[in-house]
Nanobody, 118 residues
């Protein structure tokens, strides 16, 4: 059984930082493209950042220069470092593991809430 478990969310003041973690079990993330998505109330889920199995990263324009994504294949974990947070970053953040060669191998975590507020 595949599980992606996010952690590290919470309440932070504007300008603050958070580090999200996504621990995977049931798969070896080394062959997966790993992504962080978010969904704010009343909005569609959007891609925030992705790191491919080869290590290439890409980011939504809204987070470029503020967020970084990294992966530790040995720990089967992916991270999202979020700096200079704004209220617009408030959302539920979801971890995703996607095998680009097998469409059925597309897994999601349950999400972690990030709230940016003073």
């Amino acid at each position: 059984q595949v599980q992606l478990v996010e952690s590290g969310g919470g309440l932070v003041q504007p300008g603050g930082s958070l580090r999200l973690s996504c621990a995977a079990s049931g798969i070896s993330i080394g062959v997966y493209d790993m992504g962080w998505h978010r969904q704010a109330p009343g909005k569609e889920r959007e891609l925030v950042a992705r790191v491919t199995s080869g290590g290439t990263t890409n980011f939504a324009d809204s987070v470029k220069g503020r967020f970084t994504i990294s992966r530790d294949n040995a720990k089967n974990t992916v991270y999202l470092q979020m700096n200079s947070l704004t209220p617009e970053d408030t959302a539920v953040y979801y971890c995703n593991a996607r095998n680009r060669w097998f469409a059925a191998q597309d897994y999601w975590g349950q999400g972690t809430q990030v709230t940016v507020s003073s």
